[in-house]
C-alpha cells in the first residue's frame, strides 16, 4: 500500500541522514531532549511530529555513534535552544512558536533554527570539553539545566559568556 511504501521511505531516510552525520567524523555529537508526548498533544503538530520519527532518529544516532567512537550528547529538554541568544546569552521568554526570525536586543538577527543550531553546539562544546576534563569515559553525558530557575547550572562552564562568535558551523 502507499502509507506502508511512504513508511518505508521516511526509515531510509534515516538511515541515510544518521550514517552521513556519523560519516563527517564529529568529535560529538549534540542532540535536544525533546518533550515528544506533550508535542502529540498538540493537534496542529502531531500528525508531522508522529511521522518525523524522533525516537527512532535518537536511537539510530546513539548506536551508530557508539560504533564509530563519537560521544553523544543530549541538552536537556528544558535547555532553552531557541529563546537563549547565541551573542549576549540572553533569554527571550516570550519567543513564540510562530516567530521565524529571533531579534534580541542586542541586535542579533538570526533564523531561530540557526539560533537553536549554535546555542546547541555551544552546548555541546562546553559538555564535551567537560567530559574530558574531568576525566569521565562515557558514551553519554548530560549537564542538567536549572528547571526550577531556567538558568544555566553555576557550576556549568558554559553559555555564560558574552561575545561568543561562531564564523561557521561545522
Known sequence: TLNHRLTNIRHDHLHHITSEIVKREPSFICIEDLNVKGMMKNRHLSKAVQQQGFYEFRRQMEYKSKWNNIQVIIADRFFPSSKL???CGKI???LKLSERIYKCECGNVVDRDLQAALNLKKYGEDAFVGHWNNG?????TEFLWDVTTHECPKNHPGLKSSNVTYPYIT
Open 85 to 87: 541568544c547565541s551573542c
Open 92 to 94: 527571550k521568554k516570550d
Open 136 to 140: 569521565y569515559n562515557e558514551q553519554y
